[in-house]
Every structure is written in C-alpha cells, then in structure tokens.
C-alpha cells in the first residue's frame, strides 16, 4: 500500500514527508479534476446558456435561443460519445436545459429559461448544509468513491470527516450568497440584464467553492484506500484456504 492508501493515526503529530504531502496534494487535484468535470464540464456547463442569451440579446427570439441552446448541449453530449469519454456532465447538462426550455416555452418567459438552474441550485446549497449538520456531508458522498474511501471517512478518519463537513459548508454558503443575487435579479432586471448576470456567475463560485475543497483536503489526513483493503483481505483468506487444503 502507498502512503495513501494507510490509515493515518489521528493522534500523533507527526507530518509527512515532503512528497507525501506533494503526492496528497496532486491526488486531491486529480480527483477534485475527476469529480467535477474540469475545464470541459465548465465549458458544458457554461456553453448553451451563453449561447441561448447572446441570441436573445441580438433577437430577442425566445425559439431560436431555447432550440440553440438545446442543440449545443445535445452537441456537446455527442462529442464525449465519440470520445468514449465519461457523460456524465454533459448529460446533466442536456437535461438542465431541457427543463429550461420548457419552462421558457411554457411561460413564453425567457428568463424562465434559467429558472429550473436557480431552484436546483438552491436545492444544492441546502442539501450541503442540511447534510454537513446532519454528520454525513454531501461533499464526501461525492468524493468518497472518486478517492476510493468510499465512506470509511464516517467512522475512521475523523480528520477527512472534518475537511468533508468544512467544504460542505462552504459549498452551501457560496451557493446560497449567489442564490441571493441571483432571485433578486429574476424578480427586477430584464432578461437580457439578468443572463448576462447569471453567466458571469457560472464560474467563480464554483472555482471558489472547488479551491477551499483543495486546501481542506490538502490538509486533511489522508484516505483510507477501502478497496485495497478488500483485495488485500480476499488474498490473505485465499491464502488461509490454500494453506488449509495443503496436505
């Protein structure tokens, strides 16, 4: 097992050497990488709204902005197919603006449009807070299976369950203050005003959020490598029952 993959004694004070804490720091970036997409799930999260306001400030035509918008994202799906490349962003991506194309044609709003984005947004930050309260934060849900802890840090990383509740907060708060702005703006701003707004906060509160989760796990102890363990006990019995049917 690597340094990685040890469960850390909690109650020692003892620091890592500098490249284990060089190797903590390079898995926590891959996996933060991994779990929320990295540049291309930004690029897909970003793309169909950006489209569907810039024709629509040129336009104002509610149809050609919504089948626009909707396109690039069904593209934008195809693209990681041929690929063979994981969907998982991308599709979430078609299905949020597929509610918001409803949405929009239902109302004949255009801001409608971006108005499933907000409530699931709103629903996000809660679940942060509500969970890191409750003692199990979402944010370790999500990430416990891409460091392959799964959630061993529940129960025998009390450091990791700190760092996990500590990024869930700020995940919720960060969500909840562009909630703030953003609520507001659909109430006054006109669409145009209040999709260029919405735009220009897609990125920075989710790097902000995804930069504190870093330096909290940066700091943490590091992951229990769950599945290692498993392998390594299925070959131990294996072990046992060869030695027992040893003559």
Same mark, same amino acid.
């Given at each position: 097992?690597?340094?990685?993959?040890?469960?850390?004694?909690?109650?020692?004070?003892?620091?890592?050497?500098?490249?284990?804490?060089?190797?903590?720091?390079?898995?926590? %970036?891959?996996?933060?990488?991994?779990?929320?997409?990295?540049?291309?799930?930004?690029?897909?999260?970003?793309?169909?709204?950006?489209? +569907?306001?810039? &024709?629509?400030? =040129?336009?104002?035509?509610?149809?050609?902005?919504?089948?626009?918008?909707?396109?690039?994202?069904?593209?934008?799906?195809?693209?990681?197919?041929?690929?063979?490349?994981?969907?998982?962003?991308?599709?979430?991506?078609?299905?949020?603006?597929?509610?918001?194309?409803? +949405?929009?044609?239902?109302?004949?709003?255009?801001?409608?449009?971006?108005?499933?984005?907000?409530?699931?947004?709103?629903?996000?930050?809660?679940?942060?807070? &509500?969970?890191?309260?409750?003692?199990?934060?979402?944010?370790?849900? =999500?990430?416990?299976?891409?460091?392959? %802890?799964?959630?061993?840090?529940?129960?025998?990383?009390?450091?990791?369950?700190?760092?996990?509740?500590?990024?869930?907060?700020?995940?919720?708060?960060?969500?909840?203050?562009?909630?703030?702005?953003? +609520?507001?703006?659909?109430?006054?701003?006109?669409?145009?005003? +209040?999709?260029?707004?919405? &735009?220009?906060?897609?990125?920075?509160?989710?790097?902000?959020?995804?930069?504190?989760?870093?330096?909290?796990?940066?700091?943490?102890?590091?992951?229990?490598?769950?599945?290692? %363990?498993?392998?390594?006990? %299925?070959?131990?019995?294996?072990?046992?029952?060869?030695?027992?049917?040893?003559?």
């Amino acid at each position: 097992m690597t340094s990685l993959d040890k469960p850390t004694d909690h109650g020692t004070t003892d620091q890592g050497s500098p490249d284990q804490d060089s190797d903590s720091r390079a898995v926590t %970036e891959a996996a933060l990488f991994e779990a929320f997409g990295g540049v291309r799930g930004m690029v897909e999260t970003v793309a169909p709204g950006l489209l +569907f306001v810039t &024709i629509f400030t =040129i336009n104002k035509d509610l149809h050609m902005s919504a089948i626009a918008a909707l396109a690039v994202s069904l593209v934008l799906v195809v693209v990681r197919l041929v690929m063979k490349d994981t969907v998982k962003h991308a599709f979430s991506g078609v299905f949020g603006v597929a509610f918001g194309v409803v +949405f929009a044609m239902m109302t004949g709003n255009a801001k409608d449009f971006y108005l499933p984005g907000m409530l699931y947004t709103l629903g996000l930050a809660l679940a942060y807070i &509500i969970t890191a309260l409750a003692g199990v934060p979402l944010i370790g849900l =999500i990430l416990g299976p891409v460091f392959k %802890e799964n959630l061993s840090w529940r129960t025998r990383n009390p450091g990791r369950k700190k760092a996990y509740t500590k990024a869930s907060w700020a995940w919720g708060l960060i969500l909840l203050a562009k909630c703030a702005i953003l +609520f507001p703006l659909y109430w006054w701003a006109d669409t145009t005003q +209040f999709g260029w707004v919405l &735009i220009a906060l897609k990125i920075p509160p989710f790097l902000l959020a995804v930069w504190l989760t870093w330096v909290f796990l940066a700091k943490a102890p590091a992951p229990i490598d769950v599945f290692a %363990e498993m392998e390594a006990a %299925e070959k131990a019995e294996k072990e046992r029952e060869a030695e027992r049917r040893a003559p």
